[in-house]
């Protein structure tokens, strides 16, 4: 099976954009999680999409937003960027059994 | 604050010695994960060890699990220069897909 794909791998952007960001999951998994990863904060979840309902949500503003397709491919957006947003960010797939999560190699936003 | 903890933060060790990192979290889970990061890369699955099991072994891998002390630990045999990466630990503590990770053990394999 095909891994995770995460497009774009890089970005730049600069303060006040918005930014789109697109996950296709493994072949047959019905769950897409987002992480944010910075320095600073390390690892944090951001959301996940289970059958197009966010069904976890983490600690992030409201400037994070997601949604999840019939197909299961998620996007996330990000509107109004901020300096503090420059992170990595991935997505995960998630196996059904035993909620083996499987990561893509994620999307590096730079915000200017 | 991060559910888990990893100790140490880095390691270093030569060629061929054993490596073991430490993940300690603070609730009840469901499972735990075991990741590699090279660089800033994307997070590679090792291995996953449900609540109720205390020992799984993935070729060099081994990690154990203590639902009483909440810890686990990940043994790396035989270790290689390839091994160098980060390594998290991530938490579920129920059956969705949601993860909280530790901050991360660095190691550093010298040839």
């Known amino acids: 099976k095909a891994g995770v794909t995460q497009t774009p791998r890089y970005l730049i952007k600069t303060r006040g954009q918005q930014v789109t960001l697109s996950c296709s999951p493994i072949s047959g998994h019905r769950s897409v999680s987002w992480y944010q990863q910075t320095p600073g904060q390390g690892l944090q979840f951001l959301f996940e999409y289970f059958s197009e309902t966010q069904r976890n949500k983490g600690n992030f503003p409201g400037r994070f937003s997601g949604r999840q397709f019939s197909n299961s491919r998620s996007e996330m957006n990000v509107s109004t960027l901020e300096l503090g947003d420059s992170a990595l960010y991935l997505c995960?797939?998630?196996?059904?059994?035993?909620?083996?999560?499987?990561f893509g190699p994620g999307t590096r936003l730079t915000v200017l | 604050s991060q559910q888990g903890e990893e100790d140490p933060q880095a390691l270093s060790i030569q060629e061929g010695e054993n490596a073991t990192m430490n993940c300690s979290y603070k609730t009840s889970i469901n499972n735990l994960q075991w990741y590699r990061q090279n660089s800033g890369r994307g997070l590679v699955h090792l291995i996953l060890?449900?609540?109720?099991?205390r020992e799984k072994h993935s070729g060099r891998l081994r990690v154990t699990l203590d639902t009483s002390k909440k810890s686990s630990s990940l043994l790396i045999t035989a270790s290689r220069a390839a091994d160098t990466a980060s390594y998290f630990c991530a938490t579920s503590a129920s059956n969705a897909g949601k993860s909280t990770f530790g901050d991360g053990t660095t190691l550093t394999v010298k040839p």
């Open positions: 060890i449900r609540s109720n099991e």
């Open positions: 995960a797939s998630t196996s059904g059994a035993y909620n083996e999560q499987f």
